[in-house]
């Protein structure tokens, strides 16, 4: 069974530019969950969506913002990119997202905005 | 506001030896805690997951204990060696997938 693939592995953008990262979750996951991981923060909850629905947001601005598709699959877009916001994003997913179930995550997108 | 501590500086053992981890929170009542490993430029990886009416959970040479009292977590790795070196990161969770990390802790192996 494959794993949790995210895309693409590497990205660099300037300030102000926005982006795109994909996550295709282990078949059979339908909740799909985004982490921002930071060396000052840590592991930081983004969103979780399931059924093509999010059904929890952390405490980040509404620049970034997320959606899943039919199939499972996650994107999640941060406009405006701003310095602090180069971090490695990783993906997760889950059978069902309701809690006690354990997370696999992807290798992550390493983004830097310069 | 919620806070996961745990130990922030390298824990550097003995082949051979039990690592322990610790894991404190405040301002939470979770209803499950999850333990992870992370390597270099990798995703965490699932270890074990123990709920808040559970005190004890084993899998092969790890351990982990789970005091909703003290809000305290103890992960064990017994007989450990080099290749058990990595980050190890404890979450916290309620309903959903929502999970709180703490910053981790580096553990190094020494042969």
């Known amino acids: 069974k494959a794993g949790v693939t995210q895309t693409p592995r590497y990205l660099i953008k300037t300030r102000g530019q926005q982006v795109t990262l994909s996550c295709s979750p282990i078949?059979?996951?339908?909740?799909v969950s985004w982490y921002q991981q930071t060396p000052g923060q840590g592991l930081q909850f983004l969103f979780e969506y399931f059924s093509e629905t999010q059904r929890n947001k952390g405490n980040f601005p509404g620049r970034f913002s997320g959606r899943q598709f039919s199939n499972s699959r996650s994107e999640m877009n941060v406009s405006t990119l701003e310095l602090g916001d180069s971090a490695l994003y990783l993906c997760?997913?889950?059978?069902?997202?309701?809690?006690?179930?354990?997370?696999?995550f992807g290798s992550g997108t390493q983004l830097s905005v310069l | 506001s919620q806070k996961i501590e745990q130990n922030s500086e390298a824990l550097n053992i003995q082949e051979g030896k039990t690592a322990t981890l610790t894991c404190n929170y405040t301002n939470y009542s979770p209803a499950y805690l999850q333990w992870y490993r992370q390597d270099p430029g990798r995703g965490p990886v699932f270890l074990l997951l123990i709920r808040e009416n559970e005190k004890e959970k084993r899998k092969e040479r790890l351990k982990v204990t789970f005091d909703t009292t003290l809000k305290q977590s103890l992960f064990h790795i017994t007989a450990s060696q080099p290749a058990d070196s990595a980050t190890y990161l404890c979450a916290l969770g309620n309903a959903g997938n929502m999970l709180t990390f703490g910053g981790g802790t580096r553990l190094m192996v020494k042969p």
């Open positions: 078949s059979g996951h339908r909740s």
């Open positions: 997760a997913s889950s059978l069902t997202g309701e809690g006690n179930e354990k997370l696999f």
